[in-house]
């Protein structure tokens, strides 16, 4: 089956810093999505991005199909943004999701 | 308009009993994904519905796990019997589109314990 691998798997920052995730997948899909897992365990979902950049308030991602790649960049980082950053590749209505990037943003 | 409903929220039972899970979809969505997330697998896609018909169930770990939409409004996933490595915690997620592929919207999911 497809491959899904993100990295960092931990990081740290202060409050305000900006940070950079990326996954990178095996094969060809039909589009890539990005969720962010907050302490309670809600899955929300930040970006349905096949190909290209979007951006939404302090969150940007980007996702370069060809080289089979994405980034997910946050700047001027909350505390509020700590949890776990996942990534999903979509083959047919099936999301394989990566193992997920745990991000923790002290005050 | 409600998102995702889960019932219950957590869940703790005995080894060897019957789990049922519900699950209300988004109004309006088209598919239905049933999903089980552990520290050792992380999130594991089980089996998804498309206009109530199952299109993928291979996910699903064994038979003692059956999934069921006995309409656009409601899915039940249940376990029989259950197993102390079935606990986890169990989404239900649903999207627009025929084929699945679009947006998908997650449920705040049910934390299973067997004990």
């Known amino acids: 089956g497809i491959q899904v691998e993100q990295s960092p798997p931990d990081l740290i920052l202060q409050e305000g810093a900006n940070s950079t995730l990326r996954c990178n997948f095996s094969d060809s899909v039909n589009n890539l999505q990005w969720f962010h897992q907050n302490p309670w365990g809600q899955l929300i979902n930040l970006f349905y991005?096949?190909?290209g950049t979007k951006q939404n308030g302090r969150l940007s991602a980007t996702t370069v199909a060809t080289e089979r790649y994405s980034l997910l960049y946050i700047s001027s980082s909350q505390t509020t943004d700590s949890g776990v950053y996942f990534c999903?590749?979509?083959?047919?209505?099936?999301?394989?999701f990566g193992q997920g990037t745990i991000l923790t943003v002290h005050p | 308009d409600a998102g995702v409903i889960q019932s219950p929220r957590h869940e703790v039972t005995e080894m060897g009993q019957e789990v049922t899970l519900r699950c209300k979809p988004i109004?309006?969505?088209?598919?239905l994904f049933w999903y089980r997330q552990t520290m050792m697998r992380g999130l594991e896609l089980l089996i998804y519905?498309?206009?109530?018909?199952?299109?993928?169930d291979s996910g699903m770990p064994e038979d003692r796990f059956s999934a069921k939409m006995p309409n656009a409004s409601f899915s039940t996933l249940k376990i029989q019997p259950s197993e102390p490595r079935d606990s986890a915690v169990y989404f239900c997620a649903s999207s627009w589109g025929s084929t699945g592929t679009d947006t998908q919207y997650f449920g705040p999911g049910t934390r299973l314990t067997v004990l």
């Open positions: 519905f498309n206009n109530n018909v199952p299109i993928d």
């Open positions: 109004s309006g969505h088209n598919s």
């Open positions: 999903a590749v979509d083959l047919y209505g099936k999301l394989t």
């Open positions: 991005i096949p190909s």
